[in-house]
């Protein structure tokens, strides 16, 4: 099983939201990571066949992004997914179910498992109207996944979702990862880091890092220290070096921060976490 993107480039006019990323992807959780305007939902959306690559190519197993073969087999849900407020639960998932394909014999069954996975069970015959942003968050998900896909593709999933839903479509997405190709794209660092088996770091519409979370940790091992100083040496530090953290502590001020070299008398090195190298690559740090 393979997922093949080579060489695909965007560009509307003059601007280049995706320049020439080519990536391998096999059965597993990928974490998409990087700012706003990275071209992370363009190249999702490319991915899944919405927008055409300017140039290059995207297959599965050899078969084309156009073909509707390749539609069979994903699954997907953008970042601003469009409901039917008077629709309600159970009724939207058996039209999604249609529009895809499925049986009417297999659709409602299938449907009605995926509402119990989501925690929407006892909702089903509500009116998307009433729901909150979570619930509809977790519907969108359900849609996703009603053709059993074989790529899951989910842009922001975690959006509106409270820290115990989060855990639970963690948990979820986990114990799909053994069949399926999965791809999410989030700002919530921790998704990743908890859950992805790869991660990909996009800027500037390009791929500039990719690997498992030890592999790209690596850029930043044994250059993240911490040190508490006074207000003065604070702004000081601050001027020279990335600062990740920065924290006020009854007189002094508390420092996060990257550095070859110890930075200053008193500073202990301390080990990198995802989101230092997300500071670090993403908020123009350096």
């Not at 359900?142 to 999933?157: F, Y």
Request: net charge negative; with cysteine.
């Amino acid at each position: 099983m393979e997922l093949c993107i080579d060489r695909v480039s965007k560009i509307y006019g003059n601007k280049i939201a995706c320049d020439r990323i080519s990536l391998s992807l096999h059965k597993g959780v990928y974490g998409l990571l990087g700012a706003n305007g990275a071209g992370k939902t363009t190249l999702m959306r490319m991915m899944c066949g919405v927008l055409c690559p300017t140039s290059g190519t995207i297959t599965f197993d050899g078969i084309d992004v156009g073909k509707e073969e390749y539609r069979d087999l994903l699954g997907y849900l953008p970042q601003n997914f469009g409901y039917y407020p008077e629709f309600c639960a159970m009724d939207f998932l058996l039209y999604m179910a249609a529009l895809k394909g499925i049986p009417k014999v297999h659709a409602k069954e299938k449907a009605s498992e995926l509402l119990e996975l989501v925690s929407l069970k006892n909702e089903a015959k509500k009116k998307i109207r009433t729901f909150s942003g979570g619930m509809k968050q977790r519907l969108g998900i359900a849609q996703a996944m009603l053709n059993n896909p074989k790529i899951l593709i989910l842009d922001e999933p975690t959006a509106g979702l409270d820290p115990k839903e989060r855990i639970r479509f963690r948990n979820l997405i986990s114990s799909m990862s053994a069949e399926k190709i999965i791809l999410l794209s989030t700002h919530i660092v921790s998704d990743v880091e908890y859950i992805a088996d790869k991660i990909l770091l996009m800027k500037a519409g390009q791929m500039i890092h990719q690997g498992t979370l030890d592999e790209i940790l690596s850029v930043i091992k044994e250059k993240v220290w911490e040190c508490r100083v006074e207000k003065n040496k604070a702004d000081e530090l601050s001027e020279k070096y990335p600062i990740l953290n920065f924290r006020n502590e009854d007189e002094d001020i508390f420092l996060r921060l990257v550095s070859e070299e110890k930075p200053c008398e008193g500073a202990n090195r301390t080990e990198a976490v995802l989101e230092d190298l997300y500071l670090y690559y993403f908020n123009e740090l350096h």
